[in-house]
């Protein structure tokens, strides 16, 4: 055994190697007899009715079941409330089926070509669907929960996913030591020693807000069990594997080795057995008949993470508006106290922190706030309102940029810490802030596997920069963008990605926002109908939003707009990085008072905005390079000439306030401007929305970075002249002129 502690080595060695451990009572040999019938008879079921459909079954590894279903007996015998499974798809409607539950003809019934879906989503393939299900477990008598998590094709990617839900399960029982709430993970043997996500779920294991006090995991072992099928039903394996396939073709099925065993024994007699198999067969006879009555698949029957009250009885948000985002100014006031002070007697903080505590204090007696305290407010706030708060990634408790510091040191005592969020009232939700392990992919599915289990917590994962994300693109792919369309799954996700083209080189610079907007579902060609509830309806019929914030206040409301709304999106914020620290990227406390909101779009109120007939372009922009525009503008002398309106929410596109903004400048140029390059950024996802809008007559112009490959440039003066240069094209009022669109 490959473990240097020697306690752990005995505990495994008396487990396994005391005589007669594996002795079984005359009634748990037939237990085991029934559930390995079960576990058979189920696939030759599904193998008769079948026989051309892919089921990815468990042939040649039936003995699965009966083990999964020991180890929960045994775990609710010993205290378990709550098991959360993942697994890959090979035997997954079995599990379902024998494990969880589920109802027969509901498995049966999605075999069915004619079934038609519903409209609650674009759904998933059977294999991959999901289940929740609270029962009495038979063995105990005692009430069980089970969910198994709904997973893709991508194998142990949702390893992260099951231990984040079962740490956020543990979390709000407040199951310390993971006696109420465990995970099992099953795995097949060659994705378990090939998959990198396996290692880096691993990894959580014993970090501080990640571990989940030990996970049981069965892996499948091809070399004991195997495979008597092909990867598929449809596949053939003796094209690749002719020598083994006739051994395995020669193995007599488990089920008849056991029974034999058991009536030779006389444990059971073979009449026994006969009719065992028979009162399932006809279970299963029956549960085909009534599946033929369904004639819609509904989604939310597989439903794996529900959200009792949240939603209406048929699933439906409650109201289709969101109340104001801001608060009260002695609310405000008091956090950026707390946020300015050290709550915890004798307790030594660097000199260097001292200066941003002081300045903290002295933006809060001038009412003003910079990018960390408006992010400090809106968890704060949260926190009152009894709202927990989880901030994960690499070295989110400082922050990258070293504006956070959520987490104090003693200078002086070793790993002695404070959190001043944690002292803002005597009775608040906790604060959860938490450097991760050094990885994003595993992380990620971690914090979204947390976010499933309560629509009443802000769960917001940070990448220590926003390139680092495509890492993570299997969660972001396969589970964020697309979650909710396959398994009708809210989430609330945050992902705060640092963004902005500054020099830094071209892994330091790009959230690759592009890519986020290629996945919005919002139609480019559709010219919405603009009702009341316009803004809120048209959050709910997205996939996920997509901000780029300008102004500290707008990042403060989006923060707290995300669980104010009556459902749930993932919100994907490029947030800043220069910006953090620029002097004028602050706001006042009268943009985040009672009665304020988000601005899904910010206009032009200068000169411009007074005289909008003499206005010759109005630039359309997102993020930190607004403040280039306006600092160029003002030194062209070009405010009342230029019109500069921001677009705070990409994803979905406000059509609403920016057909307002175009009505408002008839007769000026349109011009988009990015700093990022053309073939990245936005301008592919703003053109044709834009054009819409126009009715395809006013061309919208580009200006900003030529296409490139690499997403920034490494060379600091190549930066600033490709800066110069389109700063230049966006106030030179005469660039398009002749030019054909």
């Known amino acids: 055994m490959f473990i240097n502690d020697v306690e752990q080595c005995q505990w495994i060695r008396q487990k396994f190697e005391t005589p007669g451990v594996m002795k079984f009572t005359n009634e748990e040999k037939r237990t085991l007899l029934a559930r390995l019938v ?25 003995v699965m079941i009966p083990a999964l279903k020991t180890i929960i007996d045994k775990s609710s015998e010993m205290g378990i409330e709550y098991v959360i499974m993942g697994m890959p798809h090979r035997g997954r409607l079995n599990v379902l089926a024998n494990v969880i539950r589920k109802e027969l003809e509901q498995i049966f019934c999605q075999f069915d070509p004619k079934l038609e879906a519903a409209d609650e989503g674009s759904g998933d393939v059977k294999y991959h669907l999901g289940m929740y299900h609270e029962r009495i477990n038979r063995a105990t008598n005692k009430k069980i929960t089970l969910s198994l998590m709904a997973n893709p094709s991508h194998l142990e990617a949702v390893d992260p996913v099951v231990q984040g839900k079962t740490k956020a399960e543990q979390f709000y029982r407040g199951d310390t030591a993971g006696k109420k709430v465990m995970s099992i993970l099953l795995h097949g043997d060659a994705a378990f020693a090939g998959q990198g996500v396996v290692y880096e779920t691993f990894h959580l294991s014993d970090l501080p807000s990640y571990t989940t006090n030990g996970t049981i995991h069965v892996v499948v072992n091809n070399q004991v069990c195997y495979r008597r099928r092909g990867h598929n039903e449809m596949d053939e394996p003796m094209f690749t594997q002719p020598l083994m396939y006739k051994q395995i073709h020669k193995q007599v099925p488990v089920l008849k080795k056991y029974a034999d065993k058991l009536i030779a024994d006389g444990t059971v007699t073979l009449q026994e057995f006969e009719e065992e198999i028979a009162k399932y067969d006809r279970i299963c006879e029956e549960a085909y008949t009534r599946s033929k009555d369904n004639k819609i698949l509904h989604i939310k029957h597989w439903l794996d993470s529900p959200w009792p009250g949240f939603f209406n009885v048929d699933g439906e948000p409650k109201s289709m508006s969101c109340p104001p985002t801001g608060i009260s100014e002695d609310l405000l006031t008091h956090i950026g106290n707390v946020a300015s002070s050290v709550p915890i007697k004798d307790f030594k903080i660097h000199a260097g922190l001292s200066r941003i505590l002081r300045a903290r204090l002295e933006m809060t007696k001038n009412r003003v706030v910079d990018w960390a305290l408006a992010e400090y407010m809106a968890f704060g706030s949260f926190l009152k309102e009894g709202i927990h708060v989880r901030l994960s990634g690499q070295d989110v408790e400082r922050g990258t940029f070293s ?26 939700a906790p604060y959860t802030v938490c450097n991760s392990s050094l990885s994003e992919y ?15 917590a802000l769960v917001c994962w940070e990448a220590q920069f926003g390139d680092f994300h495509n890492t993570a693109q299997c969660i972001i792919d396969q589970f964020i963008s697309s979650g909710q369309a396959k398994w009708v799954r809210h989430n609330g996700i945050v992902l705060l990605l640092p963004h902005g083209m500054e020099g830094m080189g071209p892994e330091h610079s790009s959230a690759r926002p592009e890519r986020f907007l290629q996945m919005s579902n919002d139609d480019s060609d559709a010219y919405p109908e603009f009702t009341e509830q316009f803004e809120v309806s048209q959050l709910y019929e997205c996939n996920w939003i997509v901000v780029n914030c300008s102004t500290p206040a707008n990042y403060f409301h989006v923060l707290r707009r995300q669980i104010l709304l009556p459902f749930r999106k993932p919100l994907i914020i490029l947030t800043p990085k220069s910006l953090l620290r620029h002097p004028e990227a602050k706001s006042s406390f009268d943009e985040m008072v ?14 411009a905005a007074h005289a909008p007939h003499e206005v010759r372009r109005v630039i359309f922009c997102t993020g930190k390079v607004y403040y280039d525009l306006v600092k160029e503008r003002k030194n062209q002398d070009l405010e009342k000439q230029v019109a500069i309106t921001r677009l705070e929410q990409i994803s979905p596109f406000p059509f609403d306030l920016l057909k307002e903004e175009l009505e408002k400048y008839p007769g000026a140029d349109l011009v988009w401007c990015q700093e990022e390059h053309k073939n990245s950024g936005y301008y592919d996802y703003v053109k044709p929305r834009f054009r819409t809008i126009v009715n395809h007559i ?3 112009w580009y200006v900003g970075r030529e296409p490139a490959a690499a ?13 110069r240069r389109f700063l230049d094209t966006a106030f030179n009022l005469e660039a398009f002129e002749g030019k054909t669109f």
């Open 38 to 62: 079960r576990s058979m008879r189920f696939e030759d079921f599904l193998a008769r009715k079948w026989s051309s459909e892919k089921r990815f079954g468990l042939e040649g590894c039936e």
């Open 403 to 428: 504006h956070r510091h959520h987490v104090l040191h003693d200078q002086e005592v070793d790993k002695r810490t404070c959190v001043p969020m944690n002292h803002l009232w005597e009775q608040q």
């Open 442 to 456: 595993g992380v990620l599915g971690f914090e979204l596997g947390f976010a499933m289990a309560s629509p009443n």
């Open 594 to 607: 009672s009665g304020t909101t988000f601005q899904r779009v910010i206009p032009e109120n200068g000169l």
């Open 698 to 700: 006013r061309p919208i």
């Open 711 to 723: 997403a920034a440039t490494g060379n600091k003066n190549t930066h600033l002249v490709s800066l």
